[in-house]
Nanobody, 122 residues
Framework: QLQLVESGGGLVQPGGSLRLSCAAS????????IGWIRQAPGKEREGVSC????????NYEDSLKGRFTISRDNAKNTVYLQLNSLKPEDTAVYYC???????????????RGQGTQVTVSS
């Protein structure tokens, strides 16, 4: 079965950090750009970050630059999202998605994981 599996979410206090992982099952991530998107209750889905297939290019939602870092280890078939200086407004379900190139990764993708919940609260 071809799927993406996210992990690493949880409950963290404001200012804390988490590292999310996105692992592929049944296929190799190396040929895909991987994006992270998030959706909070009652809000629209939004892009967080994307990394191209070889890890050379990355992009971030402007408001998240400097706090979040995306990276990948193709040998481990895994992409990571480091979340630092977390704020309550970062609370959402975070999904990883795969497509050929970053482009419109928020709306169009080949695979999407089931999501991992991130809750930022004191």
């Amino acid at each position: 079965q071809l799927q993406l599996v996210e992990s690493g979410g949880g409950l963290v206090q404001p200012g804390g950090s988490l590292r999310l992982s996105c692992a592929a099952s049944g296929f190799t991530l190396a040929g895909y750009a991987i994006g992270w998107i998030r959706q909070a209750p009652g809000k629209e889905r939004e892009g967080v970050s994307c990394i191209n297939s070889n890890g050379v290019r990355t992009n971030y939602e402007d408001s998240l630059k400097g706090r979040f870092t995306i990276s990948r280890d193709n040998a481990k078939n895994t992409v990571y999202l480091q979340l630092n200086s977390l704020k309550p407004e970062d609370t959402a379900v975070y999904y990883c998605v795969a497509r050929g190139y970053c482009g419109d990764y928020v709306s169009n993708y080949v695979y999407r994981g089931q999501g991992t919940q991130v809750t930022v609260s004191s």
